[in-house]
């Protein structure tokens, strides 16, 4: 492997964290995952937090513009995604924090 190679990923990684941060306008039709009330097909708008927060989220795929499926959403309880052929679980306090509007 080159360090070409190394700083292309690690470029890939930066724009992504900078979606995380959030710069871009979303829908008018956005809520908190921990308020999607049933299972579907879903777009992340945006995620909010911390830097570890969005650094971890987009490390794991969740990052603005990704289409995920929200496989067992019970409000107030963890949140299982399924993103590019992987599942993650997540707890209330960071599905809290991702943004997203229904497909």
Do not use: W
């Amino acid at each position: 492997m080159h360090l070409r190679d190394l700083q292309s990923g690690c470029h890939s990684f930066t724009k992504q964290m900078r979606k995380c941060l959030g710069k871009k306008n979303c829908p008018e039709t956005v809520a908190p995952l921990s308020q999607k009330g049933r299972p579907g097909r879903i777009r992340i708008c945006k995620v909010t937090g911390d830097r570890r927060l969005c650094a971890r989220m987009a490390s794991m795929g969740v990052y603005p513009g990704i289409e995920a499926e929200v496989i067992c959403p019970e409000n107030g309880s963890q949140c299982i995604l399924k993103i590019e052929g992987g599942t993650i679980s997540l707890d209330h306090s960071v599905s809290d924090n991702i943004l997203v509007t229904a497909l």
